[in-house]
């Protein structure tokens, strides 16, 4: 029986305040904004009270108080809950990204996402790459007990590179898809700041994946710290920190790879894969143009003539183009069909769009959240 303390009048004893967080992408639970459990674990009492996060109110994260006639049943109490936090947390085997809300970098947030279902045939790389990527990521786990009997490590840095809206992003979620199960942890731009919160979590969530999505923004700012590239540093810290059997995949991705590339060389051993995912040939451009144009019933020739048309373009461009045409074929009242295609090559590769295919080539949100649609 809980005791209304006289000294506090102002706080009469209530009953606990609840509030609804997101425990998945669809779902949420209720759970105790503000509350006292009183509870007995082998005889011993314990209170414990609950808080709620109030970044606002300079409480960053939510609070736990224990309180109990003997310490040591409280220390055991938490170390318990520590435990069971790691593993039976909410944020197992979910695709999340860790976000920057406006009181600043103390008051990280949680946001859950939809696994992407992308396969193999959705995303158009030259052969083999796609494999020798996703085996990396992702096969290398599959195979974790021949790797530790053979003592290989099993933590692993993939390093996806190259022009943008050639598919790195893309790519990623491609992986996110293959490795139902698995944490993932997509950190971008100002949340990288957040990477050792995110190796922490990996390490306890695993298997893990942490996607640090467009990794020169921050090889870029300086606006971090005062030395050279702070912050990619941090992240190549973190990517050191953890043990070599923890089951983490690291993915990086970055357009300007030469931005990281003193970084990575004065950190080696963090990256053991790094892949460029090139502009297209003209084979992939066409696969590109079928795949976007599924739908559509385009001639062979039109397509093979676009393709040789686009050399230099971005794998973006093609899904524009397509887009382009059905956009056209609609405004005019007709049936897409391939002058609306060629029309559309027209336009865009005119050098008067340069800036528009430059612009185009820039692919989805530079912030990253594009991975998880
Ligand atoms: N290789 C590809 N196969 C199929 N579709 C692709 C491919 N590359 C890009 N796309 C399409 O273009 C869009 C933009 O590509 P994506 O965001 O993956 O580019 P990116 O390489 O991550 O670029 P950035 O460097 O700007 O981040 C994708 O959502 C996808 O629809
Ligand atoms: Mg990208």
Redesign the pocket.
Known sequence: MLQQAQLFPQFPLAQPDYTNLAIGPNEQRQVVALGIRLITRSGVPLAVLQREASPRFGRPTALLEVLSPEPSAAAEFLSVLRTQLQTRSVLKGQVVSLTMDEYGSSGAGVTFHERPSLTAA????PEGLLDKVSDHAVGMAEHRKQLEALGQHLKRGILLY??????????VRYLLGRSKGTTAIILSGGSLAYIAEAARMARALQPSMVILE?CDLIAEDRSFGHGPQPLLFEVLDAMDGLDDDADVAFIL?T?RVDMLERALAQRPGRVDLAVE?PL?EVQERAA?LE?YAREIAFSAEAISVTAERTAGT???LA?ELVRRAVVAAALAGADVADEHLLSAVDELMADSAALTRSLLG???D?HGL?IAE
């Open positions: 959705d995303v158009i790389l190259g022009p943008p809206g050639t598919g790195k992003t893309h790519t467009d991705t357009n995912i297209p590109l795949l971005t794998a973006s899904k820039s692919g989805g530079r594009d």
